[in-house]
């Protein structure tokens, strides 16, 4: 019996056990989280219990649905939650459980490891308060709780008005909604849009929700400061309208994101190529139409593999199991598999309308980052040390520049600067994003306590 | 075609090094790096910058190279982060504590002073040490510095003094005739230069060989890991006897640690740690510190150094092709050596010699397997007519490796053909 691994139990990771499970194979299921569901669908701890509608809203029938699928398969599966990999080399993953560091070798991988905020540095953004998006969402559907009474909503993306509406809904005086792309830019990508269907008039409602209850939702903003008050964390966001003209936001915390960007340390360290994808501005591992990687029993599904979102994510899992399968030698999952393509297919579009038109990623936001601004907050690395490099220390790519600066050298391994940083050494270099490459994933995948290595231990 | 004083294949610290003190000599250096400076052992290695525990044949150089390290500032405009913070080798019982005061006691002649630390003192000093620490042996000159930045900044200092560095160039072959050298990149140019140095690192006898001298040099891959940030506490640097373990703390609080190798594979140019000898050095790492248990390991990395079977470089005139030096095969310590390496290997080249004794460190220690009659180069038939023996009881202050049948035919040569510098036994810079 080859051993099948799937790590992530969002909704790729989850529609691919299923679909294993469902042909007679047991997968070996490794997630980071307590409870399946990802991010996106992530449960609250069974200590809170909450109506589903009011943790996932418009979600809650597919959250349900991801997480009842996953809760039937728990007899078929071997699953590994609470764990996380920290090393993976020639089929062998490195995992921290609870009970210790444990090696898993595996014959066929699928990778569903998900994405993160894309994170913007500007003047306060290191400011107790301040937190991404997808951080702010976390704690409101996974703790019930909201990052401030009074939080401003920053960046761009759909992200940004779903956190917004989700917040207001519970009953947080949410103090503005500021979006860096325009409107022009979305009235220009409304022919793209539509083909989003149901998800764009979920988005099209966020907004109108937003605006009917009164809350100040500004296109075209551009973040200046974040100021800190006495208790040194946030009081205030110092922002310009699409004029020009400046204006001051009272708030006691700041949610923030760019869109998404993938997490796809693992298929780096298992060797599989990446290509850059110039919509999303990122390198994405490349996969073949049927979810396979470049590499022997390697597949990739979900966000970890280029910015789909969640309905996509649950048909490239499932997706990346049939071709397991059929690798395997099954039979009849090539029919589905041209259905699954089908379907994948239509996000395509829609999803070029977003990252390339509707909330385009403010590159030169991040390149035009002022000198004295720090970049990095693992090692203090500054605009000016990163500039400083590629001008003067002939650092033309991102890895020599984090060789010379520690750019992207710390807790985060870049996870954080790492866009950021890319952005503002291509601009000084005056070359494009893809030409200073991308900062090669190194183990640990996430810290590990040296305490984990220790015989016996239990970290 | 321009024709180099001097080409140098492979922009590791040696070579940068050499760059540096060739052009500060007037010579016209081109230096060829497939990747980028100082991107392999140079770059990925510890940072020690150790003379304590050497071997002895090595002290000469090391104790030259420390030299350069103190005038870093001045020679390079950067200290790369090097800081004389001394080293600490501990010994974890009885016999290895003999065997640290041993090396203490021979060490001496070369003047490097060891402060021998008994069980009593060592916990008093180094509250922070873990019980299986009997004593340790403490060299205050001894340190560390950032090796990502060093090599980079020897090449830009070299750039800087006239150096024509390239780098994403790879030197595919090599030959010699009586004009000296040809060199052929991968992207179909190709160079001439009168003298080549070979300071290709794991690479090394692959350029050797060119000039029908390969050596049994092996490839490694150190194993290294770094920490978050913890208090600063632990100034000295740290070895152990048997040297399973090294850690060291920066300033700004990372705790750096090797011990053990990952993968490394020299055609592919790729090595990688390995989960489980992170593992195993996380393991002596608390038992030689305990207070790191509470630290996170936050990155670990490798780079493919060259080894040689008796774990010393090979440093010297080849004994097949006048006009070829070879700098490689550090073995895993060539850090600290690599600023006064890059110093001899000037002398080599500008006075034909050295006051800095290399002997130990020649290629004909091992035995060249290829055909000597068939190998290039007038040396190598010098090398069949004359014997072995001539070089085997070299001294440590012997100034230079030629041997003496090489300097005699060549100075034939050089009578019967003075036009041809080539031929002149000294290859005095001034006469090229």
Redesign the interface.
Known sequence: MPSIVIIGAGPAGVRAAETLVRAGVRPTVIDEALASGGQIYRRPPSSIVRDSKKVYGFEAARARSVHRAFDDLREQIDYWPDSAV??A?DH?L?VITKSG?K?LAWDRLILATGAMDRVIPFRGWTLPGVYTLGGAQVALKYQACAIGEHPVFLGTGPLLYLVAYQYAAAGVKVAGVLDTASAGAKRGALFGLVSGGRTFLKGLYYLAWLRAHGLPVVSGARPVCAHAGLDGAVRELEWRDGHGSLHRTACDSIATGFGLKSEAQIADLCDVPFIFDTGQRQWVPVQDTDGRAAVEGLYLAGDGVGIKGAAAAELSGERAAHTLLHDLGHARSAERLKTLNRRLRRFERFRRALDEKAFKFPADLAASADDDLMICRCEGVTAGELRHAARE??AT?IN?AK??TRVG???C?GRVCGPAAAEILANSLGVPLAAVGRLRG???IK?????A???GAVP | MTIFDVAIVGGGLVGCSAALHLCRRDASVVMLERG?CGSQAS?VNYGGVRQQGRDLAELPLARRSRRIWADLETLVGTDCEFEATGHLKLARSDAEMAELEDYAERARDFNLKLERIGPAQIRARFPWLGDAIVGGSFCAEDGHANP??VA?AFA?AAVAAGADIREGVEVVDATHDCHGFELRMSDGTALRARRLINAAGAWGTTVSAWFGEPVPEDVMAPNMCV???IPYFLVPNLGVCGGDIYVRQIRRGNVIFGGGVG?ADRNQVKA?????V???A??L??GLVPR??????????SGIEGVMPDGLPVIGFSETTPGLIHAFGFSGHGFQLGPGVGAVLCDLVADGSTQTPIAAFHINRFPNTENVAASRGPAAMVRSAHERSSQQHQGPNLQQTKTKGETLWLSLLADAFPERSCFSPAWPLAAS
Do not use: C, N, Y
Request: hydrophobic fraction near 40%; glycine fraction near 6%; charged fraction near 25%.
């Open positions: 920290w090393s080399h062998k490195g560091p090696e220390l002939g790519e020599r060789a010379f050298m710390g807790r391994q190194q183990v640990p810290p590990v306590p040296m305490a290595f220790l015989d | 980028q770059g990502r930045l980079p830009r920490t978050d940030s993968v990688r740690p390995l989960a489980e992170t593992a195993k996380a393991r790492a608390v790191l248990a509470t630290a996170q390991v936050i990155r670990t990395w």
